[in-house]
């Protein structure tokens, strides 16, 4: 598409938001639940394009951000053993557990290697036979099949030194979650792209069945967001409530079936704690009894016991669109993408993180 044709098809999406969010006649409140969301509604500047009474929140949609202190200070402290090699993403070494990070452990000596891939362990493992190598699986719907192929390629290699310390978590649960707390006030979802094309458009139909809201998936560019939140208005304006798919050209109603079955082999569904939201009915994954042999909390469990920082951190308010970054007393002060106080600033994905590069100077803190 010419820059101009986008130009024209989302001056004409804005005209559309603008008359049906006028017919509403109150305000609306729609939430993004993926960070890519996140930052590309930035990047775009499609804040600044919504009329006065459409306002976007962002939930938890950034896996860094919602994982809990409880779950660093376990990687923390198998990190800390001699007979440990931690393999992580990037992001997860300047996460703050309750007394330390990744990073500080690692800076006095701890063997914690970066991968690209969960996968990637497998061969650190090969190359380190003595060694416990424990992948530190956090992610969502999308990032869970790959850590499951990977468990299944140590068992068919014979590897019995590779472990999992498991976080992956389910979208919609969390989304019950954030339904029935009554501080949240949301009119739609903006629906994960990445997550749905995974798991289809069908776990989302009980927005509409149970709760009367609409949901659109959605891509991530400019024109697609703009569509969607055109889709989200008028449902909203006219009492309509349906999932609908903007995203067709890789989102099925039935998702992958390949790799929804690869995740369903190896893990089950668990309750999980989540930041700043607590504990959440089967929101999480652990790894079946068949292979409890690469689940470290098993093999090797830990008695750590978290106690809460004090903290004027507001992550988990943050986290549930009940304030925004700006309305945390450290945002910009004492917590800033180099010496980030909270999760929600560590992740180039995460809500705090994308308000201070894209949102800073630009007078839109008010929306
Ligand atoms: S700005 Fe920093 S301290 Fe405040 S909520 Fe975000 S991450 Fe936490």
Redesign the pocket.
Known sequence: MSAQEERRQAQELVAVIEREAKAAGRPLRFMEVCGTHTVSIFRAGIRQLLPENVELVSGPGCPVCVTPDSYMDKAIAYAERDDVIITTFGDMLKVPGSRSSLNEVRAKGADIRIVYSPLDSVKVAAENPDKKVVFLAVGFETTAPTAAATVIAAEKQGLKNLYMLSAHKLVPPVMHALLNDPDVKVDGFILPGHVCVITGTKPFAFLPAQYHLPGVVTGFEAVPILRSLARLTTMAARGEAAVENEYPSVVRTDGNPVSRQLTEQVYEPVDAEWRGIGMVPKSGLRMRDAFAAHDIERILPLDIQTVPKKT????GD?LRGVVK?VE?P??GKA?IPTH??????VSVEGV?AAWYKYGRGRFIYGK
Do not use: E, I, K, S
Not at 312 to 315: D, F, I, L, V
Not at 340 to 345: E, H, K, L
């Open positions: 004027a951190c507001r992550c943050v970054p945390c450290l945002f917590c980030a106080v909270g999760p929600c600033m705090c």
